[in-house]
């Protein structure tokens, strides 16, 4: 079973287990592949940890040895699991008004300000990713307004999102984030051709090895060359470049769909400190995430969405678990959500 957790719910998962364990009773061997480690205490019988395409250990499993775990996973010691760092608030990026669009997005209204992080918690099925998708134009909204910096820009494409500085990372990123095909080059050259070009459409060769080199370095992306398929890359690589090509252009708004899906624990962190990196720079971060610790460890304030409509905000200093659950489960209510 390879992540098969990646898309369930609670009750999913448990039941999951139950499956597993009733399997395991019967004789039969389990290959359990996951990077949420608090799954091992559930199921697993004995552990073998890789990096990096290579075997590195194996032994009985024992929740005392989570941290050797995630020791060897990574290679060093994670000194802090959930990075945080503290920003003032600065003034509003984006701001979304009653915005519409099909059954999983009613009149949605936020915003979104220098300095924070703002996480997007939810149910499966919740909206969260319909809404996002609509923010950037894959599903153009069927009424609502959009502000960048105070000024109304119309989404109607992704194009039209990504010239106002809103990207998206998406939550598959081999199937909407990357061409696979193509090499790690390709991959952070092709939405910036126009900074590499000439006037007459030309690409400035030298110029694009030198913002894929900086991309590499910068987001310390593991690979031997930069004309490695991106196919062949690691999770957290691939994500890696799906986020580095963005930033290129200096977008003012970033919005991360599952970002730490499939990626093993330091990737995780590393991503986390990019985030907390775009936050200082004054970049508007949004992100989606089904991992409870997640949403609370990084964010800075929480929308919390049910049924398509946002039922809840929750500044992260107030933000439990039992709230976030709370306000995911009011189908029929609706909170009003402060500015």
């Known amino acids: 079973m390879d992540e098969p957790t990646s898309s369930l719910s609670a009750k999913e998962i448990e039941e999951l287990f139950s499956i597993i364990r009733n399997l395991r009773s019967q004789g039969c061997g389990i290959i359990y592949i996951s990077h949420r480690l608090d799954e091992l205490v559930h199921i697993v019988d004995r552990v073998m940890v890789m990096r990096d395409g290579k075997y590195i ?29 503290t920003c003032d608030k600065g003034k509003c990026i984006l701001e979304v008004k ?11 209204s936020f915003k979104l300000y220098e300095g924070e992080i703002l996480g997007i918690a939810g149910l499966v099925g919740a909206g969260r990713s319909e809404t996002l998708r609509t923010i950037f134009g894959v599903t153009p909204a069927e009424s609502g307004e959009i502000f960048i910096e105070g000024k109304a820009i119309d989404i109607k494409k992704p194009q039209d999102a990504i010239e106002n500085g809103i990207v998206l990372v998406p939550e598959d990123r081999k ?3 990357l061409c696979t095909k193509l090499n790690i080059r390709e991959n ?12 007459i459409g030309l690409i400035n060769r ?39 090509r963005w930033l290129v252009m200096n977008s003012k708004v970033i919005i991360f769909d599952e970002p730490t ?20 720079q004054g970049v508007g971060v949004m992100f989606i995430s089904s991992e409870m ?15 398509g409509k946002i039922t809840g905000e929750l500044n992260i200093a107030e933000a439990t678990q039992e ?12 909170k009003e959500v402060l500015s």
């Open 57 to 85: 250990s194996s032994f009985d499993f024992n929740q005392n040895r989570l941290t050797e775990i995630i020791t060897q996973m990574v290679g060093h010691e994670i000194k802090e699991k959930f990075p945080r760092i």
């Open 98 to 108: 009653n915005l519409n669009c099909g059954k999983l997005v009613k009149d949605i």
């Open 175 to 177: 199937k909407d984030g």
């Open 188 to 199: 952070i050259s092709l939405p910036n051709l126009g900074l590499m070009s000439s006037l």
């Open 206 to 244: 030298k110029k694009e090895d030198a913002i894929v080199a900086k991309t590499i370095q910068d987001f310390k992306i593991r690979t031997h060359s930069s004309e490695t398929d991106a196919e062949n890359l690691s999770g957290g690589n691939q994500q890696k470049v799906v986020v580095g």
């Open 261 to 280: 899906r499939g990626i093993d624990v330091g990737a995780k962190v590393e991503i986390y400190n990019l985030m907390n990196e775009l936050k200082a």
């Open 293 to 307: 610790p997640e949403i609370l460890g990084i964010s800075d304030r929480i929308l919390v969405m049910c049924d």
């Open 323 to 334: 709230k976030i659950l709370e306000y995911a489960t009011q189908f029929d209510n609706k």
